[in-house]
Protein backbone atom coordinates (compact mmCIF):
# COMPACT_ATOMS: atom_id res chain seq x y z
CA UNK A 1 0.00 0.00 0.00
CA UNK A 2 1.62 3.52 -0.89
CA UNK A 3 2.14 5.71 2.22
CA UNK A 4 0.83 9.09 2.13
CA UNK A 5 3.02 11.82 1.56
CA UNK A 6 5.95 9.48 1.34
CA UNK A 7 8.77 11.08 -0.73
CA UNK A 8 10.81 9.13 -3.43
CA UNK A 9 13.94 10.12 -5.09
CA UNK A 10 14.71 7.90 -7.79
CA UNK A 11 19.02 8.14 -8.81
CA UNK A 12 19.48 7.53 -12.37
CA UNK A 13 23.06 6.93 -14.13
CA UNK A 14 23.19 8.94 -17.25
CA UNK A 15 26.08 8.82 -20.20
CA UNK A 16 27.99 5.91 -18.30
CA UNK A 17 28.26 3.78 -15.37
CA UNK A 18 30.39 3.32 -12.80
CA UNK A 19 30.86 7.42 -11.96
CA UNK A 20 29.40 6.98 -8.50
CA UNK A 21 25.61 7.00 -8.85
CA UNK A 22 26.26 4.59 -5.74
CA UNK A 23 27.72 6.96 -3.66
CA UNK A 24 25.37 9.57 -4.72
CA UNK A 25 22.80 7.96 -3.51
CA UNK A 26 24.32 6.88 -0.09
CA UNK A 27 25.25 10.66 0.13
CA UNK A 28 21.88 11.82 -0.37
CA UNK A 29 20.52 9.44 2.06
CA UNK A 30 23.06 11.04 4.43
CA UNK A 31 22.38 14.50 3.91
CA UNK A 32 18.71 13.66 4.43
CA UNK A 33 19.27 11.69 7.79
CA UNK A 34 21.32 14.37 9.36
CA UNK A 35 18.95 16.89 8.78
CA UNK A 36 16.34 14.89 10.35
CA UNK A 37 14.46 12.53 8.11
CA UNK A 38 14.23 8.93 8.45
CA UNK A 39 15.41 7.37 4.94
CA UNK A 40 15.83 4.05 3.35
CA UNK A 41 17.71 3.53 0.18
CA UNK A 42 17.08 0.97 -2.09
CA UNK A 43 19.39 -0.47 -5.16
CA UNK A 44 17.30 -1.74 -7.92
CA UNK A 45 19.68 -4.36 -10.07
CA UNK A 46 18.39 -4.83 -13.88
CA UNK A 47 20.12 -8.20 -14.12
CA UNK A 48 17.99 -11.78 -14.39
CA UNK A 49 19.78 -13.09 -10.79
CA UNK A 50 17.25 -13.30 -8.77
CA UNK A 51 20.04 -12.41 -5.74
CA UNK A 52 23.56 -11.49 -6.18
CA UNK A 53 24.28 -14.84 -4.29
CA UNK A 54 25.71 -16.82 -7.61
CA UNK A 55 28.20 -14.57 -9.02
CA UNK A 56 31.64 -14.40 -9.26
CA UNK A 57 32.81 -11.36 -7.21
CA UNK A 58 35.48 -10.68 -10.05
CA UNK A 59 32.65 -9.81 -12.38
CA UNK A 60 30.37 -8.17 -10.26
CA UNK A 61 32.01 -7.35 -6.82
CA UNK A 62 31.54 -8.19 -3.20
CA UNK A 63 28.49 -10.39 -2.30
CA UNK A 64 27.06 -8.21 0.42
CA UNK A 65 24.78 -9.92 2.88
CA UNK A 66 21.82 -8.12 4.32
CA UNK A 67 21.44 -8.90 8.40
CA UNK A 68 18.52 -10.95 6.96
CA UNK A 69 20.24 -13.32 5.10
CA UNK A 70 19.93 -12.07 1.45
CA UNK A 71 23.31 -12.15 -0.55
CA UNK A 72 22.38 -8.22 -2.24
CA UNK A 73 24.55 -5.99 -4.65
CA UNK A 74 27.96 -4.41 -3.20
CA UNK A 75 26.13 -1.19 -3.44
CA UNK A 76 24.17 -2.45 -0.22
CA UNK A 77 27.17 -2.21 1.80
CA UNK A 78 28.01 1.38 1.13
CA UNK A 79 24.65 2.01 1.93
CA UNK A 80 24.19 0.44 5.02
CA UNK A 81 27.85 2.47 6.02
CA UNK A 82 26.98 5.72 5.02
CA UNK A 83 23.60 5.42 6.73
CA UNK A 84 25.02 3.33 9.99
CA UNK A 85 22.33 1.47 9.98
CA UNK A 86 20.71 -2.38 8.37
CA UNK A 87 18.81 -1.86 5.74
CA UNK A 88 16.29 -4.22 4.81
CA UNK A 89 15.23 -7.30 1.77
CA UNK A 90 12.76 -4.87 0.62
CA UNK A 91 15.68 -2.07 0.22
CA UNK A 92 16.71 -4.61 -2.69
CA UNK A 93 14.95 -5.98 -6.06
CA UNK A 94 16.34 -7.33 -8.98
CA UNK A 95 14.79 -7.71 -12.47
CA UNK A 96 14.86 -11.62 -11.74
CA UNK A 97 13.21 -11.57 -8.32
CA UNK A 98 10.52 -8.92 -9.95
CA UNK A 99 9.71 -11.52 -12.63
CA UNK A 100 9.74 -14.75 -10.27
CA UNK A 101 6.60 -13.06 -7.91
CA UNK A 102 4.99 -12.11 -11.26
CA UNK A 103 5.32 -16.08 -12.57
CA UNK A 104 4.56 -17.77 -9.14
CA UNK A 105 1.47 -15.70 -9.36
CA UNK A 106 0.70 -16.78 -12.60
CA UNK A 107 1.05 -19.95 -11.71
CA UNK A 108 -1.16 -20.38 -8.63
CA UNK A 109 -4.27 -18.29 -10.67
CA UNK A 110 -3.80 -15.09 -8.95
CA UNK A 111 -4.18 -12.94 -11.77
CA UNK A 112 -7.86 -14.80 -12.90
CA UNK A 113 -7.54 -15.53 -16.39
CA UNK A 114 -5.58 -12.57 -17.83
CA UNK A 115 -2.89 -12.43 -20.28
CA UNK A 116 -0.01 -11.54 -18.08
CA UNK A 117 2.39 -8.91 -19.48
CA UNK A 118 5.65 -6.56 -18.91
CA UNK A 119 2.98 -3.87 -18.67
CA UNK A 120 1.56 -3.64 -16.64
CA UNK A 121 1.99 -6.52 -14.61
CA UNK A 122 5.77 -6.55 -14.59
CA UNK A 123 5.87 -2.63 -13.76
CA UNK A 124 3.06 -2.60 -11.25
CA UNK A 125 5.17 -5.47 -8.89
CA UNK A 126 7.98 -2.73 -9.19
CA UNK A 127 5.36 -0.25 -8.26
CA UNK A 128 4.34 -2.74 -4.88
CA UNK A 129 7.98 -3.03 -4.27
CA UNK A 130 9.00 0.13 -4.37
CA UNK A 131 5.84 1.32 -2.02
CA UNK A 132 6.77 -2.29 0.56
CA UNK A 133 10.12 -0.79 1.04
CA UNK A 134 8.88 2.91 1.75
CA UNK A 135 6.03 1.20 4.14
CA UNK A 136 8.78 -1.22 5.70
CA UNK A 137 11.07 0.72 6.76
CA UNK A 138 9.30 3.66 9.12
CA UNK A 139 11.17 6.08 6.85
CA UNK A 140 10.11 9.66 5.48
CA UNK A 141 11.88 9.49 1.91
CA UNK A 142 13.06 6.82 -0.03
CA UNK A 143 16.37 6.99 -2.19
CA UNK A 144 16.08 4.18 -5.03
CA UNK A 145 19.23 4.00 -7.09
CA UNK A 146 18.50 2.19 -10.99
CA UNK A 147 21.37 0.17 -11.65
CA UNK A 148 23.11 0.62 -15.11
CA UNK A 149 22.54 3.57 -17.24
CA UNK A 150 19.24 5.38 -18.61
CA UNK A 151 19.75 3.59 -22.08
CA UNK A 152 19.72 0.37 -21.07
CA UNK A 153 17.43 -1.79 -22.75
CA UNK A 154 16.84 -3.95 -19.48
CA UNK A 155 16.12 -0.71 -17.74
CA UNK A 156 13.27 0.23 -19.36
CA UNK A 157 10.42 -1.17 -16.86
CA UNK A 158 11.92 0.44 -13.90
CA UNK A 159 12.03 3.63 -15.10
CA UNK A 160 8.52 3.36 -16.35
CA UNK A 161 7.65 2.26 -13.00
CA UNK A 162 9.63 5.38 -11.64
CA UNK A 163 7.59 7.82 -14.15
CA UNK A 164 4.20 5.99 -13.47
CA UNK A 165 4.91 7.31 -9.48
CA UNK A 166 5.86 10.60 -10.18
CA UNK A 167 2.38 10.97 -12.18
CA UNK A 168 0.76 9.82 -9.19
CA UNK A 169 2.29 11.68 -6.90
CA UNK A 170 4.09 14.94 -8.48
CA UNK A 171 4.66 16.82 -5.36
CA UNK A 172 6.43 13.13 -3.85
CA UNK A 173 8.31 12.21 -6.61
CA UNK A 174 12.40 13.81 -7.59
CA UNK A 175 14.52 12.48 -10.31
CA UNK A 176 18.28 12.57 -9.99
CA UNK A 177 20.38 12.19 -13.05
CA UNK A 178 24.20 11.21 -12.67
CA UNK A 179 25.86 12.19 -14.97
CA UNK A 180 29.51 12.31 -16.26
CA UNK A 181 31.44 15.33 -18.20
CA UNK A 182 34.59 14.27 -19.82
CA UNK A 183 37.31 16.35 -20.31
CA UNK A 184 39.27 15.13 -23.97
CA UNK A 185 43.02 15.02 -23.60
CA UNK A 186 43.12 16.71 -27.16
CA UNK A 187 40.54 20.04 -26.17
CA UNK A 188 41.15 19.92 -22.37
CA UNK A 189 37.69 20.99 -22.03
CA UNK A 190 34.91 19.58 -20.33
CA UNK A 191 31.96 18.74 -22.68
CA UNK A 192 28.47 18.47 -21.50
CA UNK A 193 27.17 17.35 -24.81
CA UNK A 194 26.67 13.37 -23.27
CA UNK A 195 24.95 14.65 -20.57
CA UNK A 196 22.53 16.70 -22.99
CA UNK A 197 22.18 13.53 -24.60
CA UNK A 198 21.14 11.76 -21.71
CA UNK A 199 18.53 13.93 -21.07
CA UNK A 200 17.05 13.72 -23.98
CA UNK A 201 17.21 10.01 -23.56
CA UNK A 202 15.66 10.27 -20.42
CA UNK A 203 12.85 12.75 -21.72
CA UNK A 204 11.95 9.97 -23.99
CA UNK A 205 10.51 7.80 -21.68
CA UNK A 206 8.41 10.85 -20.68
CA UNK A 207 11.00 11.87 -17.76
CA UNK A 208 12.41 15.00 -16.89
CA UNK A 209 15.89 15.38 -14.43
CA UNK A 210 14.75 17.60 -11.28
CA UNK A 211 18.92 18.03 -10.63
CA UNK A 212 22.06 17.03 -12.54
CA UNK A 213 24.98 15.74 -10.37
CA UNK A 214 27.70 16.54 -12.74
CA UNK A 215 30.34 14.12 -12.38
CA UNK A 216 34.06 14.90 -13.55
CA UNK A 217 37.97 15.79 -13.22
CA UNK A 218 37.14 18.90 -11.90
CA UNK A 219 34.61 21.24 -10.76
CA UNK A 220 32.00 22.41 -13.30
CA UNK A 221 32.04 25.91 -13.70
CA UNK A 222 29.49 28.45 -14.28
CA UNK A 223 29.56 28.32 -17.84
CA UNK A 224 28.92 24.52 -18.15
CA UNK A 225 26.64 25.05 -15.78
CA UNK A 226 24.64 27.57 -17.32
CA UNK A 227 24.74 25.50 -20.80
CA UNK A 228 23.61 22.64 -18.73
CA UNK A 229 20.67 24.43 -17.29
CA UNK A 230 19.26 26.11 -20.53
CA UNK A 231 19.75 22.99 -23.18
CA UNK A 232 18.71 20.25 -20.22
CA UNK A 233 15.72 22.33 -18.43
CA UNK A 234 17.35 21.82 -15.12
CA UNK A 235 17.28 24.89 -12.81
CA UNK A 236 20.59 26.09 -11.89
CA UNK A 237 20.88 25.42 -8.39
CA UNK A 238 20.10 21.91 -9.02
CA UNK A 239 23.22 21.25 -11.32
CA UNK A 240 25.82 20.17 -8.69
CA UNK A 241 29.01 19.87 -9.36
CA UNK A 242 30.94 16.34 -8.06
CA UNK A 243 34.52 16.70 -8.81
CA UNK A 244 36.99 13.66 -8.07
CA UNK A 245 37.30 13.22 -4.64
CA UNK A 246 40.28 11.03 -2.43
CA UNK A 247 37.65 8.67 -0.52
CA UNK A 248 34.31 8.75 -0.95
CA UNK A 249 33.62 9.78 2.53
CA UNK A 250 34.42 13.14 1.70
CA UNK A 251 31.08 13.20 -0.66
CA UNK A 252 28.43 14.16 1.55
CA UNK A 253 30.48 16.79 2.97
CA UNK A 254 31.02 18.04 -0.83
CA UNK A 255 27.35 18.23 -1.73
CA UNK A 256 26.87 20.10 1.43
CA UNK A 257 28.75 22.91 0.71
CA UNK A 258 26.87 22.94 -2.50
CA UNK A 259 23.68 22.56 -0.68
CA UNK A 260 22.00 19.84 -2.16
CA UNK A 261 20.50 18.83 1.12
CA UNK A 262 18.47 22.02 0.96
CA UNK A 263 18.16 22.19 -2.57
CA UNK A 264 16.39 18.50 -2.44
CA UNK A 265 14.18 19.10 0.81
CA UNK A 266 12.56 22.10 -1.06
CA UNK A 267 12.30 20.44 -4.30
CA UNK A 268 9.95 17.95 -1.76
CA UNK A 269 8.14 20.40 -0.17
CA UNK A 270 9.62 19.52 2.94
CA UNK A 271 10.95 22.11 6.16
CA UNK A 272 14.17 21.58 7.29
CA UNK A 273 14.13 20.09 10.55
CA UNK A 274 17.75 20.82 11.42
CA UNK A 275 20.88 21.63 10.26
CA UNK A 276 22.76 18.83 9.41
CA UNK A 277 25.27 18.06 11.40
CA UNK A 278 28.66 16.55 9.91
CA UNK A 279 30.81 17.59 12.13
CA UNK A 280 32.00 14.11 13.35
CA UNK A 281 31.46 12.47 9.54
CA UNK A 282 33.99 15.47 8.56
CA UNK A 283 36.26 14.21 11.60
CA UNK A 284 35.77 10.64 10.43
CA UNK A 285 36.44 11.64 6.38
CA UNK A 286 39.50 13.47 7.45
CA UNK A 287 41.06 10.92 9.39
CA UNK A 288 40.21 7.54 6.75
CA UNK A 289 42.22 9.68 4.04
CA UNK A 290 44.99 10.84 5.66
CA UNK A 291 48.05 9.73 3.94
CA UNK A 292 50.62 11.44 6.61
CA UNK A 293 49.25 9.24 8.80
CA UNK A 294 51.76 6.67 10.44
CA UNK A 295 51.79 3.59 7.80
CA UNK A 296 50.49 0.11 9.00
CA UNK A 297 51.22 -2.66 6.41
CA UNK A 298 48.51 -5.24 5.42
CA UNK A 299 49.32 -8.64 2.84
CA UNK A 300 45.31 -9.53 2.00
CA UNK A 301 46.13 -13.52 0.99
CA UNK A 302 43.20 -14.26 -1.70
CA UNK A 303 42.63 -15.53 -5.07
CA UNK A 304 40.74 -13.28 -7.06
CA UNK A 305 42.94 -11.50 -8.52
CA UNK A 306 43.07 -12.14 -12.03
CA UNK A 307 41.13 -9.40 -13.32
CA UNK A 308 43.58 -6.46 -11.74
CA UNK A 309 43.56 -3.89 -8.86
CA UNK A 310 40.40 -2.30 -10.34
CA UNK A 311 38.20 -5.38 -10.07
CA UNK A 312 39.94 -6.91 -7.23
CA UNK A 313 39.46 -3.92 -4.79
CA UNK A 314 35.64 -4.96 -5.24
CA UNK A 315 35.66 -7.97 -4.55
CA UNK A 316 36.60 -7.23 -1.19
CA UNK A 317 35.05 -4.31 -0.84
CA UNK A 318 33.86 -4.45 2.61
CA UNK A 319 37.26 -5.73 4.31
CA UNK A 320 39.01 -3.18 2.40
CA UNK A 321 36.51 -0.50 4.28
CA UNK A 322 36.33 -2.41 7.68
CA UNK A 323 40.25 -1.96 7.63
CA UNK A 324 40.41 1.86 6.49
CA UNK A 325 37.52 2.37 9.63
CA UNK A 326 39.54 0.98 12.41
CA UNK A 327 43.40 2.32 11.16
CA UNK A 328 41.46 5.87 11.29
CA UNK A 329 40.31 4.90 14.61
CA UNK A 330 44.02 3.94 15.42
CA UNK A 331 44.99 7.27 13.66
CA UNK A 332 46.69 4.99 11.71
CA UNK A 333 46.74 4.69 7.68
CA UNK A 334 46.75 1.34 6.68
CA UNK A 335 48.85 0.46 3.22
CA UNK A 336 46.96 -2.74 1.83
CA UNK A 337 49.06 -5.18 -0.51
CA UNK A 338 47.48 -7.60 -2.40
CA UNK A 339 49.02 -11.06 -2.53
CA UNK A 340 48.14 -13.89 -4.62
CA UNK A 341 47.84 -17.25 -3.01
CA UNK A 342 48.69 -19.01 -6.53
CA UNK A 343 51.82 -17.19 -6.81
CA UNK A 344 52.69 -18.49 -2.94
CA UNK A 345 52.01 -22.06 -4.58
CA UNK A 346 54.40 -21.30 -7.53
CA UNK A 347 57.12 -19.62 -5.99
CA UNK A 348 58.41 -22.89 -4.10
CA UNK A 349 59.68 -23.39 -0.28
CA UNK A 350 60.64 -19.40 -0.08
CA UNK A 351 57.97 -17.53 -1.56
CA UNK A 352 56.05 -16.98 1.47
CA UNK A 353 58.84 -14.77 2.86
CA UNK A 354 57.70 -12.15 1.23
CA UNK A 355 54.91 -11.76 3.88
CA UNK A 356 57.70 -11.43 6.49
CA UNK A 357 57.45 -7.89 5.60
CA UNK A 358 54.17 -7.25 6.46
CA UNK A 359 52.96 -5.69 9.93
CA UNK A 360 49.68 -7.74 9.56
CA UNK A 361 48.05 -10.68 7.36
CA UNK A 362 44.28 -11.21 6.47
CA UNK A 363 42.90 -14.31 4.83
CA UNK A 364 39.32 -12.75 3.46
CA UNK A 365 36.39 -15.23 2.79
CA UNK A 366 36.65 -17.83 -0.29
CA UNK A 367 35.04 -21.18 -2.10
CA UNK A 368 37.13 -24.02 -3.71
CA UNK A 369 40.25 -25.28 -4.20
CA UNK A 370 42.69 -22.67 -6.35
CA UNK A 371 45.36 -21.12 -4.14
CA UNK A 372 43.94 -22.78 -1.07
CA UNK A 373 47.80 -23.85 0.19
CA UNK A 374 49.08 -20.88 -0.72
CA UNK A 375 46.93 -19.58 1.98
CA UNK A 376 48.09 -22.74 4.02
CA UNK A 377 51.09 -21.39 3.67
CA UNK A 378 50.89 -17.95 4.67
CA UNK A 379 49.00 -18.79 7.94
CA UNK A 380 51.82 -21.19 9.09
CA UNK A 381 53.89 -18.60 8.07
CA UNK A 382 52.03 -15.80 10.23
CA UNK A 383 52.05 -18.26 13.53
CA UNK A 384 54.93 -19.75 13.65
CA UNK A 385 56.69 -15.72 12.61
CA UNK A 386 53.89 -14.01 15.16
CA UNK A 387 52.80 -12.03 12.35
CA UNK A 388 49.47 -10.44 13.74
CA UNK A 389 46.75 -13.01 11.83
CA UNK A 390 43.09 -12.48 10.86
CA UNK A 391 41.29 -14.75 9.14
CA UNK A 392 37.64 -14.29 7.52
CA UNK A 393 35.44 -17.43 6.90
CA UNK A 394 37.62 -19.87 4.80
CA UNK A 395 40.73 -17.78 6.15
CA UNK A 396 39.48 -19.31 9.62
CA UNK A 397 38.76 -22.60 8.38
CA UNK A 398 41.95 -22.73 6.89
CA UNK A 399 43.63 -21.66 9.92
CA UNK A 400 42.03 -24.48 11.70
CA UNK A 401 43.75 -27.01 8.97
CA UNK A 402 46.78 -25.21 8.94
CA UNK A 403 46.08 -25.98 12.55
CA UNK A 404 45.46 -29.83 12.72
CA UNK A 405 48.66 -30.38 10.05
CA UNK A 406 50.77 -28.47 11.68
CA UNK A 407 50.63 -28.35 15.06
CA UNK A 408 48.38 -32.10 15.78
CA UNK A 409 50.29 -33.83 13.07
CA UNK A 410 47.21 -34.43 10.55
CA UNK A 411 48.87 -34.20 7.75
CA UNK A 412 45.71 -34.95 5.30
CA UNK A 413 43.49 -32.82 7.26
CA UNK A 414 41.71 -30.90 4.82
CA UNK A 415 37.98 -29.48 4.10
CA UNK A 416 35.55 -31.88 2.36
CA UNK A 417 34.71 -28.61 -0.21
CA UNK A 418 38.54 -29.81 -1.23
CA UNK A 419 38.92 -33.25 -0.83
CA UNK A 420 36.03 -35.39 0.12
CA UNK A 421 38.11 -38.61 0.98
CA UNK A 422 40.52 -35.98 3.33
CA UNK A 423 41.58 -38.53 6.07
CA UNK A 424 41.09 -35.92 8.59
CA UNK A 425 38.00 -33.71 7.54
CA UNK A 426 38.72 -30.90 9.96
CA UNK A 427 36.38 -29.30 8.05
CA UNK A 428 33.25 -30.62 6.72
CA UNK A 429 29.91 -29.82 5.52
CA UNK A 430 27.34 -28.98 7.28
CA UNK A 431 24.33 -31.21 7.86
CA UNK A 432 21.58 -29.59 6.95
CA UNK A 433 23.83 -28.16 3.69
CA UNK A 434 24.01 -31.80 2.32
CA UNK A 435 20.70 -31.79 0.96
CA UNK A 436 21.23 -28.66 -0.97
CA UNK A 437 24.24 -29.49 -2.57
CA UNK A 438 22.82 -33.06 -3.43
CA UNK A 439 19.71 -31.24 -5.07
CA UNK A 440 22.18 -28.73 -7.16
CA UNK A 441 20.34 -25.91 -5.25
CA UNK A 442 23.02 -23.48 -4.74
CA UNK A 443 20.69 -20.03 -4.96
CA UNK A 444 20.03 -18.60 -1.23
CA UNK A 445 20.82 -21.51 0.68
CA UNK A 446 24.05 -21.25 2.07
CA UNK A 447 23.80 -20.33 6.36
CA UNK A 448 23.22 -16.56 5.73
CA UNK A 449 22.72 -13.73 7.48
CA UNK A 450 23.13 -12.82 11.44
CA UNK A 451 23.37 -15.73 14.23
CA UNK A 452 24.41 -15.70 17.62
CA UNK A 453 27.44 -16.38 19.53
CA UNK A 454 28.81 -16.41 22.82
CA UNK A 455 32.14 -15.30 23.86
CA UNK A 456 34.39 -17.23 26.27
CA UNK A 457 35.87 -15.29 29.46
CA UNK A 458 39.84 -14.35 29.28
CA UNK A 459 39.96 -14.63 25.51
CA UNK A 460 40.58 -11.91 23.23
CA UNK A 461 37.62 -12.01 21.55
CA UNK A 462 35.70 -11.27 24.34
CA UNK A 463 38.33 -8.59 25.75
CA UNK A 464 37.86 -7.10 22.00
CA UNK A 465 34.04 -7.07 21.88
CA UNK A 466 33.60 -6.55 25.61
CA UNK A 467 30.33 -8.37 26.14
CA UNK A 468 29.08 -11.65 25.91
CA UNK A 469 26.53 -11.90 22.83
CA UNK A 470 27.53 -11.16 19.69
CA UNK A 471 25.19 -11.06 16.69
CA UNK A 472 27.68 -11.56 12.94
CA UNK A 473 26.23 -12.18 9.50
CA UNK A 474 27.06 -15.57 7.89
CA UNK A 475 28.18 -17.06 4.46
CA UNK A 476 28.78 -20.61 4.44
CA UNK A 477 27.83 -23.98 3.91
CA UNK A 478 31.12 -25.73 5.76
CA UNK A 479 32.18 -25.66 9.32
CA UNK A 480 34.54 -26.74 11.70
CA UNK A 481 34.33 -30.77 12.40
CA UNK A 482 32.47 -30.69 15.41
CA UNK A 483 34.42 -34.57 16.02
CA UNK A 484 37.85 -32.94 16.07
CA UNK A 485 36.94 -29.88 18.33
CA UNK A 486 38.37 -31.50 21.56
CA UNK A 487 41.78 -32.62 19.92
CA UNK A 488 42.27 -29.02 18.13
CA UNK A 489 41.53 -27.75 22.21
CA UNK A 490 44.13 -29.93 23.64
CA UNK A 491 46.48 -28.85 21.13
CA UNK A 492 45.99 -25.58 22.39
CA UNK A 493 43.64 -23.89 19.91
CA UNK A 494 40.55 -21.47 21.77
CA UNK A 495 36.88 -21.52 20.20
CA UNK A 496 36.48 -18.32 21.77
CA UNK A 497 33.15 -18.12 19.95
CA UNK A 498 30.55 -20.82 19.70
CA UNK A 499 26.81 -20.63 18.59
CA UNK A 500 24.30 -20.68 21.68
CA UNK A 501 24.02 -24.40 21.87
CA UNK A 502 27.92 -25.18 21.76
CA UNK A 503 27.95 -26.61 18.59
CA UNK A 504 29.35 -24.42 15.83
CA UNK A 505 32.83 -23.06 16.18
CA UNK A 506 32.41 -19.62 15.35
CA UNK A 507 35.80 -17.83 16.77
CA UNK A 508 39.31 -19.99 16.55
CA UNK A 509 42.09 -18.00 18.59
CA UNK A 510 45.58 -18.70 20.16
CA UNK A 511 45.93 -17.53 23.34
CA UNK A 512 47.82 -14.17 23.26
CA UNK A 513 50.56 -15.71 25.56
CA UNK A 514 51.21 -17.81 22.03
CA UNK A 515 50.48 -15.05 19.60
CA UNK A 516 50.33 -11.45 19.25
CA UNK A 517 47.09 -12.04 17.94
CA UNK A 518 45.99 -15.22 15.65
CA UNK A 519 41.99 -15.20 15.46
CA UNK A 520 39.83 -16.16 12.89
CA UNK A 521 35.86 -15.89 12.55
CA UNK A 522 33.87 -18.06 10.80
CA UNK A 523 30.87 -15.30 10.07
CA UNK A 524 31.93 -12.12 8.10
CA UNK A 525 32.97 -9.53 10.39
CA UNK A 526 33.65 -6.79 8.07
CA UNK A 527 29.92 -6.82 7.44
CA UNK A 528 29.01 -4.69 10.01
CA UNK A 529 32.10 -2.41 10.34
CA UNK A 530 30.66 0.93 9.66
CA UNK A 531 32.76 4.46 9.82
CA UNK A 532 31.72 5.93 13.14
CA UNK A 533 31.34 2.48 14.97
CA UNK A 534 34.47 0.57 13.25
CA UNK A 535 34.80 -3.31 13.96
CA UNK A 536 36.22 -4.18 17.44
CA UNK A 537 37.72 -7.53 15.90
CA UNK A 538 39.40 -5.34 12.99
CA UNK A 539 40.41 -2.50 15.70
CA UNK A 540 42.28 -5.13 17.70
CA UNK A 541 43.97 -7.15 14.72
CA UNK A 542 45.11 -3.24 13.45
CA UNK A 543 46.47 -2.41 16.93
CA UNK A 544 48.28 -5.86 17.13
CA UNK A 545 50.00 -4.67 14.08
CA UNK A 546 50.99 -1.50 14.68
CA UNK A 547 52.89 -2.89 17.31
CA UNK A 548 54.84 -5.28 14.67
CA UNK A 549 57.85 -3.75 14.19
CA UNK A 550 58.25 -2.78 10.53
CA UNK A 551 61.04 -4.74 8.53
N1 LIG B 1 33.94 -21.94 1.32
C1 LIG B 1 33.70 -21.88 2.72
C2 LIG B 1 32.33 -22.37 3.10
O1 LIG B 1 31.45 -22.45 2.27
C3 LIG B 1 33.92 -20.48 3.24
C4 LIG B 1 32.91 -19.51 2.75
C5 LIG B 1 33.34 -18.08 2.91
O2 LIG B 1 34.50 -17.78 3.10
N2 LIG B 1 32.38 -17.17 2.80
O3 LIG B 1 32.08 -22.69 4.24
Excluded at 136 to 144: A, E, F
Excluded at 248 to 259: G, H, M, T
Excluded at 287 to 298: D, F, G, L, R, Y
Amino acid sequence: MAKEGHKYIFVLGGVMSGVGKGVVTSSIGLLLQQKGYPVNLVKVDPYLNVDAGTMNPTEHGEVFVLRSGMETDQDMGNYERFLGRDLTNEDYMTSGMVYQSVINRERALEYGGKCVEAIPHVRDEILRRFEDAAAYNGSRVSVIEIGGTIGDFQNALFIDAARVMHMRHPEDVLFVMVSYLPVPGTLGEMKTKPTQMAVRDLNSYGVQPDFIIARSKEPVDDKRKEKLAVSCSVRRDRIISAPDINSIYEAPLNFEKDRLGDALLTALNLPEKRKASLAVWKKFAAAVSNAKAPEVSIAIVGKYFDTGDFVLADAYLSVIEAIKFSAAKLGRHAKITWVNSKDLEKGGAKAVNILGKFQGIIVPGGFGESGIEGKIQAIRFAREHKIPYFGLCYGMQLMVIEYARNVLGLKDANTTEIKKSAEDPVVDVMLEQKKHLADNKYGGTMRLGVYPAYLKKGTMARAAYKKELVEERHRHRYEINPAYVKRLEDAGLVFSGTSPDGVLMEIAELPRTEHPFMLGTQFHPELQARPLSPHPLFTEFLRAATHKRRK
